[in-house]
């Protein structure tokens, strides 16, 4: 929701760091990797209860991922780096809950299982409609440096940080704060389902009203 009013302000932030890593001959790609490394540290590291360090391998995660994008810019955006980027994000998402689903499946087995399942429902809905926007040339000024079109919502990459961020300050009440965050995402889902649905089917209409 958040996520188009924050992004200027972001790369402006990242600027500097980035052009430091492109000096180095750093490549946005190394920048994607690395960051997906350190997150998924965070799996191991929630399942043995070091939240702590989970917070840390979650926010440079994130750093890492507005970062890779600034060093794109700088040299060369590609759609490849733009996939790679997206597909290491989505499975980044699922590794947190489980982690905790690791931790205490006992307590937070539903839970998390749940919040998974709703990254399904959010991350279909976002990748089947980037795929035909794409076909059709479908402007998305919003996200106009992204590598795929991005569809918003209630629930975006801020709004996932913070999260997360929320899981690991607060684990003991985390049933509560995934189960809260599965229902906004499911909001997210279902609005993202209607509005794509809506705009494909007025393609048709669309394309006989241009043509001559």
Not at 14 to 35: F, I, K, M
Not at 42 to 48: C, D, G, K, S, V
Not at 169 to 193: D, I, K, S, Y
Request: proline content about 5%; overall charge neutral; aromatic content about 12%.
């Amino acid at each position: 929701m958040f996520d188009p009013l924050l992004a200027p302000l972001s790369r402006k932030i990242l600027q500097p760091l980035a052009r430091y890593l492109v000096s180095r001959q750093v490549s946005a790609n190394q920048v994607t990797l690395a960051g997906f490394a350190v997150g998924m540290l965070a799996l191991p590291a929630l399942a043995l209860g070091w939240f702590g360090l989970a917070l840390l391998c979650i926010l440079l995660n994130r750093l890492a991922d507005g970062l890779d994008g600034a060093v794109a810019r700088q040299t060369q955006t590609t759609d490849a780096g733009g996939y790679l980027d997206i597909v290491l994000d989505f499975i980044f998402y699922s590794a947190v809950p489980f982690g905790f689903l690791l931790y205490d499946p006992a307590q937070f087995g539903i839970a998390a299982g749940l919040l998974m399942l709703t990254f399904m429902g959010t991350g279909a809905t976002f990748l089947a409609f980037a795929s035909i926007a794409a076909k059709h040339a479908i402007d998305n000024p919003g996200y106009s440096n992204k590598a795929l079109h991005y569809m918003g919502g209630l629930t975006e990459g801020f709004e996932t940080i913070l999260a997360f961020v929320a899981f690991c300050l607060w684990p003991q009440h985390f049933t509560v704060l995934a189960l809260t965050f599965a229902g906004l995402c499911w909001l997210t889902a279902l609005t993202r389902l209607w509005a794509g649905y809506r705009t494909l089917r007025e393609l048709p209409k669309r394309h006989s009203e241009q043509s001559p």
